[in-house]
């Protein structure tokens, strides 16, 4: 049983079974069918406002692609140091910016931290053509420790975003999570909070691959034409899919009656209880809140043994600073529940830890 | 009914069985699993050598990734003035090798001519730092315009490359269509003839997203740190598939039992009824021989509007010279056949033009 | 003696003692010193127009991070297939561009011939995202095999540019050599013929290292932002020099009294004399008209061999296809005349071919 | 009177002369003069040991020309969060190597603290793929706020570095300045305390525009190729001056007779002169060491206002943190000595301020 990462987990039914119902006769490609056009406008619906939409297999290119919209060469990305972007993508912003820079901000439990930001951002000098402009700010939800930015905390880093001119990015691979966790409409998580561009993802919660960079037409700081572009960005990234309609499919069947926030929600909850059941049984303390559907938490090496010998996977965790840190005898467990977690995981960790 | 690109045919069965067989309880993510791992042996098989490969979702990122392994930044990649690459990429070989330069060269049926590639190599000083290296061929087989190297072609082009220290890609995107038109071997058809690396394609022969880039590791002109570094480039571009399992299982199904050569020698078949029939008619004349799935026969644009107003989807074809080419009332069109195509299909054209 | 390039010469006397005369006391660094500004005025007096102008060391870098403006990474250029931005820059296009493609073409001496690039250009589908865009077209003045677009020429291949919305940009490292030859102002040579950029080359010409990028603003297809961009993008590329003075004494001297006219005329006048004599000799013929300071002359491998024997230096040329290609005993040589060639220099080489 | 940039000296009187009389006649373009080839061996004299030199123009090429040879596109440089190639060069860093990534590290007096180094560097994952991998480490000597790092302190960076297989960077733009004050050898400062490479900086000392990329090659942990590579960097760049007698002559005068440590010593001892005068007259504070000629004081803002309306230029200095910061009356001001700088202009300084 895994708790390694909601990456590990399968394709939803219904997911899958949409994909195996696009299987019919021939349909045109590279995102010209009609399943690809449906799951825009679903996603308009959803968001209650209009979007641009580009669909892609990882959260990589989501994410680096968005970004490369709104951040030239010479440009920044003000992220977390403990980001996906700067730590887990490889360098990709690199690549689809054409070589922009991150500049990197601490920050509880992954969050980028307002007042921080509106100095640091406050004393840059964004004139002087020696220093790479700072042009977005990214911020990841959930983030990379599991929590969650409230809407406040969003709107707040926003405001800071426009006043510099900049546009803010929100790296959306837990989107459904921290909207399911949060009780919030999806508008109220993005746009409405001041997010420019999205990445929505699917393939942790229940999809094959697919992620979807939403730009939000009516709100975003982004130019017509860098909109445009993307289409250009994402061809060129070998993004563009040629049997588009998989894509489609899948996000069409992902959004179908709430199934995302189903999914979602459920995968919340395991965690919940997880969280309950380690913190309940004083073997172990939480390093952070849980914000959707991981748990971090501290035990004891020995119990870390214990659950290792009973076939359950939970990666270790060292990239982050903490204020608690593990002692020499503690470490420190990242677990993933996911859409497919069941009850019977989690009894079996309080089993083996009571 | 269409003969508009084999992008546009669905998934062949087997290959969808295999998709939803693998989705069963949690697998490794990021190419770790045991789908993937085994997908490598099975092509190890079918090759009869060494191979690493790498699974993508794109033939764009197949071709650019495995170009950028050869091609440093101040590099040339040598290649047809109609390919994929150059003509259909959106510049990704720009993007991924970090802006390399593409040297065209004129052809006949979209073939490089080793003559003429020996002389203009010949000529070049691959030594001034003033000139952009070449240090890259790449071949499309089938070409653009449906014809097929034989292997003794390859053979000499690769000949030519190994005397300029130079490496050999093909772009294999219907790798399988020139391999059961052929009759030979992969191993023929590839290393055997001097290919060191090769984009095998799934997707346009009934995959539904999967590319292979292959490096033949007992013979490529390519170092270990470049292909160890293509993992990196993979990441990095956003073509590591968190759920790899789906990629590994549709190669897995692709290669048992010969089905990509079923699928790919009846799309040939059809494809070569459909040229007996149009110039059979006397009514069309081809193009260029057909090497594999794809007919491209100039027709008067009455018949053309006969083929449309039938249903048809065949493209019009504007890109590549031609000695004979469509007088003012002739247009060529291109018929790409798939695994897909019925007897059905075909007849239907020929009943329209009779 | 030396007919090897116009490289090889040294700086005029007038230049280098502007520069001697700037080494006062302190200035402002990076271009904001009085000199810089006053260079900057001289061009607009001299162009007749409002320009953006900006300042670095080699020809290479004003070529492509002009170009850079004007072509995002998935564009594509448009340039002669003997053009010193796909031959002789090491790829630096790519570099400066993010990976932009150069699409070349053939034409007589060096030159694209309008009739061809409006026939490719108007075939091109400029709208479909799997095509490289096309925005940019590079003319060389003079260009790489010494021949000299005349102004109606210009205004012809930039009105094609026009209808495609592309930009025109002219690498004039021989511009002084073109004007002086061509009798017209700096003005109708460049935007009144519909150029938008300039390279407006200094180092061939008599300064130490000079180019000027030179953007025309009341006329030029390019957008604010962009131009402002090319201030990051010059620092970027470490062509901001910290002692700017230097740079703008080069020009204000290079520009006094018409400096830049006389060099290039002597050079042009020394062009002409030589290739009389070669010529008139009967030994040799011309490849290509002399437009400038250049003379390509077909001539015997003896007679090679004894302006060698005699310390003449002239480079043999072997990157254009020729109408009437040297015999098997004969040879292309580019003989380059410049401000410091001497009546007694070629009078020489008239003395050892009679 | 000038303490705002040592980049806003002139040339010194000796460079000067030197350019001035390689101006006659013809010379070998593109580096391949007497000059440069002379200068490559003054430096390996002057260095102990054998080079491979590159000669650019500015300080910005030359750190990231030289990094880019040892950090691959999905590299990580690791640096101080204050350094040049981080704050000032516009992103050049990510342009020349394709998209690589910084790490920063904060440290006292923009020095890099070997054990946090150590630390972090012992805790990273050099093999996992999503990780973009650090390959090199640059360390600015003087820092960015005048400090010096000691022998001891560049060989216990190395140390880390080639445990991990990285290279180790110098930023030496004012390694003249570093070398005087420490009183060791060039070799000493360098490759024998680790350094593979160094870019030694001209320019701020007294050169017009001169940078050398030193690659250390008995030493270095750099492989041939890439070394060999540096050349097409560099021309790519269009950092291959035409002219290039005129570096190698700026060089050559610059090492002769130990002018460029002539220079230096005087710059420092300035330096010196001016921090005994700001601290002794109880007015200032040092914010940190003075390790070579620039002072970085903190004094109040009234003594700025009469320094300025003294009509003497110093820059306020933001970038930096610091342990005992300026309070609201007071300001931090970067007063920088060249060798131009006058016993007057420092005895000015103390006259406004007694």
Redesign the interface.
Known sequence: ??F??D?????SDRV?QA??DA????????GADEWTNRATDALETLFETRCSAFF???????N??GLAAVT?????TVCHEVSHI??????????Q??????L?LAGDGGKLDAPDLDKILG?YDFED?????PTSISISQLTEVGCRYDVSEIAAISKIAKRHGMALHMDGARFANAVAAAGCTPAEMSWKAGVDILSFGG??NGC??LEAIIVFRDTAAIDDRAVG?L?????????????GR?LGAQLLSYLEDGHWLTLAGHANSMAAELARILTGSGRARLAWPVGGNEVFAILSRSDQARLAGAGI?AFEW?DAPLNDPPAADETLLRFVCSF?TSQDDVARVAAILS
Chains 1, 2, 3, 4 share one sequence.
């Open positions: 049983m895994s390694g990462s990456n590990m987990a399968p394709v899958m994909i195996v299987n019919g006769g021939p349909a045109r490609s590279y892609v297999a990882t959260g990589t290119a989501a680096t692609l030239p060469p010479w440009g920044v700067r730590t887990d993508e490889c360098g990709a912003h690199g690549l910016t054409g070589g922009a820079q991150l990197t004393a053509v020696h220093h790479p402009r393939t942790k094959l691959a572009d289409a250009r960005r994402r061809m060129r990234a070998g993004q563009l899919l040629s049997k998989f996977t060292r497919a």
